[in-house]
């Protein structure tokens, strides 16, 4: 690409398997993907992922496995979509995941808070592939699964806080959060308070 004039550009890649992945749960009848070559395109769509993963690095990965891989499977999932060449697609599930499938789901969620865990992780604990469950577990729940695992954590940090006098650093790495602030963040966004004002308020001191 040429320009008389300067430009800020963010060039993203993802492997042809990570690809072709994806591709097995939107396409009938074939076993490989290929993407039609696209130029000067305007896609909003495109630009807001590539900008929430440029966030999310610039952030020194925050958000843990689950949201990383989230957004590159949600990059992955669009890309086929969008931009396959000669692909037909499968019809998309009307359901979420059945009961077992979501039990499975969040008891390993749960049992494993404190670990940095990988969208692929949780979807084999519910016997179905990464993009498929990304899907269904939103369908079930009505939220991404890397909202519900940092949910979740901000859950079991407020009952640490109430159980024991834990510094507020010892339950961030508890819960899974990579430091304070991280947990902070999250907390305040969930509850509309620090967790050091909401322990204080919780416990009258």
Known sequence: ARTNSSAEVLMMALEPSFLRYAAHDLVSGADRIELRQSVEIRDPMLRALGASLRA????????????????????AVYLVRHYGEGVKLASAAGQGLNR???????????????????????????GLSAFH??????????????????????ERARQLM?????????????????????????FKRVFGVTPRVFRRRALGA
């Open 56 to 75: 999310e690095m610039a952030a020194d990965y925050s958000g843990g496995r689950v949201y990383g891989e989230t957004l590159a499977s949600t990059l």
């Open 100 to 126: 077992q499938q979501l039990r499975r789901a969040t008891e390993f969620i749960a049992e494993n808070l404190a670990q940095n865990v990988s969208l692929g992780q949780i979807a084999a604990a519910a």
């Open 133 to 154: 469950f990304a899907r269904l577990f939103k369908k079930s729940t009505g939220m991404a699964p890397h909202q519900y695992v940092i949910r979740c954590r901000v």
């Open 162 to 186: 109430l159980a024991n006098q834990s510094t507020m650093a010892d339950i961030a790495h508890q819960v899974g959060f990579c430091d304070q602030s991280h947990l902070t963040t999250h």
